[in-house]
Each structure stands twice: as structure tokens, then as C-alpha cells.
């Protein structure tokens, strides 16, 4: 699919015999997509994208039977239509159409891979962890309490009993002694002895463990769940493009960078696509990520990774922890502080310890917020984007004396649309 996308893409809307040679060398840049029904109804073209199409571009053109070729695909009318029109000679026999085909068959099977794979899924679903049914066990499974409890076995009266004494705790009745010589129940009074001295921590209660149903928490405590992450689709375009790049940087981050800004000179300049590259590698080395999205509307990173901008708690709503309005991921290590709920004062340099000794690594969403870059101090690391092709030197040279002046710890440059 990656070659699709760095290709030239011929979308035919019909092959009519009779179209002139001349129709062929007019093209387009709109979308095949377009509506216009007089459009459509015109003589057929030839047309050929100088971008990348869009998988609902794709989509659409499949779903209308529009043959989709890729480059070096034989172009129908190498042969004299015309003449085989007249019936003047008859055409030569030509694989160019099969071939053809088989092109628009290779993207269309590839489509329905790629739509099935970031597409197919439904919308995560954010409820809380209480709202779920608890893994309640049967009492036969509950795991048993620590302290071993002996039952009595009677034994035949021929035979001998042993002289040794032995203490067993019994569940219940701490501090109880029993004989083994005292097997029969109308014999135990008479054969008990009294128990020795003991200190007064020997005497107190020994308190059986209580067994409750346990649900294993991979994360630290969020109040909100959400079955899983709807990965963008260009996520996984980008770590198949330059996977080894990314393994570097995801490498590069030792366990002592507990927490990482990705802030930017600009708008636009790939913050949160970098962010979530970022988060996706790690969890997959098993490393538990916390998420603190700073964007705004669609274009957030909360929204981005398909959870609703529709936030479980209101922003004007009092929150005791900034856990209450955490999400965190069943299927995978990943926790979510959503887009939009509370004032980034809320978030103190207390509350970001608290998070680095429960998460692995804190990425920090910060893109090129005024109040972000004044908040840098309470992050161990900061990574500063920017776009390749509009930005400057000038601009790093005076963004970087002012953090190293804080002593802020930048731990590089990231060139983004770099070619």
C-alpha cells in the first residue's frame, strides 16, 4: 500500500470505445469523488492525481466500479480503435486490459486490508470502571488463606498415639493448642494442659487474610476505561515508511526520561502525529504511557485516537484527583488525560511526580501553546518539532538559549515534512 500512496493513480470512469485520442491527455487534480452529475455524464477521461488519494477517495472509486491502475499500467487505446470500430482490420489481440485489471484488482484487495484494519473497527467506548461487571469467582476458587489449617484424622484405639506435642493454628481460634494424643472428643478435656506463657504479641489475634474478587490493574487507578484505540491511519503509514527511525528514538528514551513535552515553533508542525508514534512504540515494548493532550477540537490527539471530544467529566466539575478524568485503555498500557477538561494550572509539579512513579513515561501533547512553554519546568524532557519547510534557524537560535537558560533539558530537534 505504501507504494500506492507514493504513486501517480489513473482513475478511468469508462472505457468507451469511440472516446478520441485527444480525451486521454487532459487531466485532473480534483477528487474522483465529485458529485457533479453532468460531470459524470460528459465524455470519459483519462485522469491522473499528482497526490496521494484518500482511503474514502478510494473507497468511493471502488465502491463505483471505477477502475483504479497503478503506474505503468498499458493505457487502453495503444491499438487503433477507430479502425477496429469501421471494421476496416481487425485489432491484434493485446493482454493490456488483463494486465490492467489485474492492477485494479491488486489495489482493490489491498484497500479492503488497509479499511479493514483502521476502519472496520467501531468506536472505543469510554465507560467507567465501576459500570463494568467485576470478575467475580466461585467460593472454590478463592485463593486459600495463608495460615495452614490440619484436620484431625481418627485413628484406630489399638493404636499407639505419639507423645510429642504439636501446635496448630486453626482458623478462627488463634493461639489454640492441641494434642495429637487427644484424638477421641470425650478424651480432649482430660488430656488438655494448659497452654504456656506467652508475650503479648504472641497473644494477639492472628487476623486470616480476607480473600476478595481482584481485577489485575495494569495501570495506576483511572476512574474511565476504554476498550481500545482507534489508531490514525497514517500511524501506521509513517512507522512502515521510516520504521527504523522511529525504533531509534523510541530507544533513545531511556527509563530515566520519566517525561517528555513535544512542543512546536508553529501550527501544523506534526506535535501530535509525533506524540502518538511515540505512545503506540512504547506500548508495544510494554512500557506504560500516560497521554496529557493540550490540543483543541477535531484535530486534538483525544479525538485523533477516536475517543468523543464529549469528556467524561465537564470542565466545571470539581475533580478531587486528575485520575477521575483519566482514560485508560483495557487492550493496552496506555492512560489518556482527555482534551479540554481542567486548566492547565490544575496539573502541579506534585501531581506530575505522582504520575512518573505510575506510569513508565508522561508524553506531554503540547504543540505551540503560549502557556505550555511557560509550564516546562515541571518536565524532566522536552522535544521541540518543527516544520522543515517554512521554519527557520533564527527561530531555534532563539527558543534555545531562553530553555537552557531554565535549565530545561531538550533532548532534540525533531525536522518534520523533511525531504
Known amino acids: 500500500m505504501s507504494q500506492l500512496d507514493r504513486a501517480f ?3 478511468y470512469t469508462s472505457e468507451t470505445p469511440s472516446r478520441p485520442h485527444a480525451g486521454a491527455a487532459l487531466t485532473s487534480d480534483v477528487p474522483m469523488n465529485n458529485p457533479n452529475t453532468t460531470q459524470q455524464a460528459s465524455e470519459a477521461k483519462i485522469r491522473t492525481m499528482t497526490r ?6 478510494l473507497q468511493h472509486w471502488k465502491n ?3 477502475r483504479i491502475d497503478m503506474p505503468g499500467s498499458p493505457l487502453v487505446g495503444s491499438f487503433d480503435e477507430t479502425a477496429a470500430t469501421e471494421g476496416l482490420i481487425s485489432p491484434k489481440k493485446h493482454d493490456e486490459f488483463e494486465l490492467a485489471s489485474q492492477n485494479t484488482a491488486a489495489v482493490a484487495e489491498a484497500l479492503d486490508r488497509l479499511m479493514n484494519r483502521v476502519g472496520g473497527k467501531p468506536a472505543p467506548k469510554v465507560q467507567p470502571i465501576s459500570a463494568k461487571k467485576p470478575l467475580t469467582e466461585g467460593e472454590s476458587k478463592l485463593p486459600n488463606p495463608t495460615i495452614e489449617i490440619q484436620k484431625w484424622e481418627s485413628k484406630s484405639p489399638s493404636e499407639p498415639t505419639a507423645e510429642e506435642d504439636g501446635i496448630v493454628f486453626v482458623a478462627g481460634k488463634p493461639g489454640a493448642v492441641e494434642e495429637p494424643a487427644a484424638a477421641a472428643p470425650q478424651a480432649a478435656q482430660a488430656d488438655e494442659k494448659p497452654a504456656p506463657s506467652q508475650s503479648a504479641a504472641s497473644r494477639q489475634a492472628v487476623a486470616a487474610p480476607v480473600a476478595k474478587p481482584y481485577r489485575q490493574r495494569s495501570l495506576a487507578h483511572p476512574k474511565w476505561e476504554a476498550d481500545t484505540i482507534a489508531w490514525p491511519e497514517e500511524t501506521d503509514m509513517i512507522l512502515d515508511l521510516c520504521g527504523s527511525e522511529w525504533k531509534t528514538v523510541v530507544d533513545g528514551l531511556s527509563a530515566n526520561v520519566k517525561s ?21 512504540l512504547m506500548a508495544q515494548a510494554n512500557r506504560r504511557v500516560l497521554i496529557i493532550d493540550e490540543g483543541t477540537g477535531a484535530d486534538s490527539l483525544t479525538v485523533r485516537i477516536g475517543l468523543s471530544d464529549t469528556l467524561p467529566v465537564t470542565p466545571q466539575e470539581k475533580v478531587d484527583t486528575l485520575y477521575e478524568a483519566m482514560i485508560e485503555t483495557a487492550d493496552q498500557p496506555i492512560a489518556i488525560l482527555p482534551t479540554g477538561y481542567r486548566q492547565l494550572t490544575d496539573l502541579t509539579a506534585n501531581q506530575l511526580q505522582q504520575f512518573t512513579q505510575d506510569f513508565d513515561i508522561v508524553l506531554w501533547d503540547g504543540g505551540n501553546r503560549p502557556e505550555v512553554w511557560q509550564r516546562l ?7 521541540v518539532v518543527r516544520d522543515a519547510r517554512g521554519s527557520h534557524d533564527h527561530e531555534l537560535g532563539q527558543i534555545l538559549p531562553k530553555l537552557e537558560q531554565r535549565k530545561i533539558n531538550v533532548i532534540g530537534i525533531a525536522e518534520n515534512f523533511w525531504r
Open 9 to 11: 493513480i489513473r482513475a
Open 377 to 383: 519546568a515541571l518536565i524532566h524532557s522536552v522535544l
Open 64 to 66: 463505483q466500479g471505477i
Open 260 to 280: 517528555l513535552a513535544v512542543v512546536a515553533l508553529g501550527e501544523g508542525c506534526g506535535c501530535t502525529t509525533l506524540t502518538i508514534c511515540l505512545a503506540k
Open 52 to 57: 496521494k488519494p484518500t482511503l474514502s477517495e
